[in-house]
């Protein structure tokens, strides 16, 4: 039975696949003002986020003590470090709670954040997973072609 086979084989590859024990993980957010700050609801789009990336990290954090976060805030066509790759809980929520006196007008540049996350995780080890967490409120991108970026994402094995 061919999909007995497939499915058998599917499984083999899954057991011999193993998540990091140090996890590098880069949260890119869209910082420009047309994607993040509309009021869908009660508070801004850019709060609810906000409050949400905070427990995401003190969650990860307690779960992965031995591995690290770094945040990349993207607008006016730019992706911008706001923290780099470090294991600092208090500095990461520092920057997550003041937030919203970043962000910016401008468009958005999906290709120039996730190129600024993977220099970022150049510099860590092969014995770590390499992240990316998108965080994305605008409904376009002033980027023209994501191909490159994309393939080159694959080439060094981060996934996104």
Do not use: W
Not at 41 to 55: A, P, V
Not at 107 to 134: C, F, H, W
Not at 143 to 160: A, F, R, Y
Request: hydrophobic letters at 40%; charged letters at 25%; aromatic letters at 6%.
């Amino acid at each position: 039975n061919v999909f007995s086979y497939e499915n058998e084989k599917t499984k083999l590859e899954l057991r011999n696949k193993k998540r990091g024990l140090i996890r590098s993980i880069i949260i890119v957010i869209d910082l420009s003002e047309r994607g993040l700050e509309q009021h869908d609801f009660t508070i801004s789009r850019l709060k609810m986020i906000s409050n949400e990336i905070e427990q995401f990290i003190e969650t990860f954090f307690d779960r992965n003590p031995i591995s690290q976060i770094g945040i990349v805030g993207i607008y006016q066509g730019k992706g911008f470090v706001l923290s780099q790759l470090c294991g600092d809980v208090v500095k990461h929520i520092e920057i997550i709670r003041n937030i919203n006196k970043i962000t910016q007008f401008g468009e958005p540049s999906l290709q120039n954040g996730l190129n600024t996350a993977m220099s970022l995780l150049s510099t860590v080890a092969k014995y770590s997973t390499k992240e990316i967490i998108l965080i994305y409120g605008s409904l376009n991108t002033i980027d023209s072609n994501l191909d490159k970026t994309i393939l080159s994402l694959k080439k060094n094995k981060i996934m996104v």
